[in-house]
């Protein structure tokens, strides 16, 4: 008889607590949604390593982010009284990151 190695898998209702807590602050810091690359993180929210990234919304669903994937990402600035203004900027999910395939610039220049 071999011995089967211990896995230990970090349990759903932990990693709900983790993101639920993520998600306060979040709204709390006027915070849109993170976007989670680093593989340390990942695994602390997602409990797993794979080749992926992990957006985490304010409030909602997570979504996990593989190689190829398309998204699109938008600055935002509201004007009191007048309205919002942004810019969005169409990425792909590469293995080391987002690659940004639109070019205009991400910040919002208020005058």
């Known amino acids: 008889m071999t011995d089967q190695p211990l896995i230990k898998k970090t349990p759903s209702s932990e990693l709900d607590h983790r993101i639920g807590a993520l998600q306060s602050k979040m709204v709390s810091g006027d915070i849109d949604g993170i976007l989670v690359i680093q593989n340390s993180d990942l695994f602390y929210f997602s409990g797993t390593t794979q080749q992926a990234h992990l957006y985490v919304p304010a409030s909602g ?16 600035v509201v004007l009191p009284g007048k309205g919002v203004v942004g810019i969005e900027n169409t990425h792909v999910v590469a293995a080391g990151g987002l690659r940004q395939l639109t070019v205009f610039e991400e910040s919002i220049t208020v005058v």
């Open 61 to 76: 669903q997570e979504l996990a982010l593989e190689a190829g994937m398309v998204v699109a990402l938008e600055p935002k």
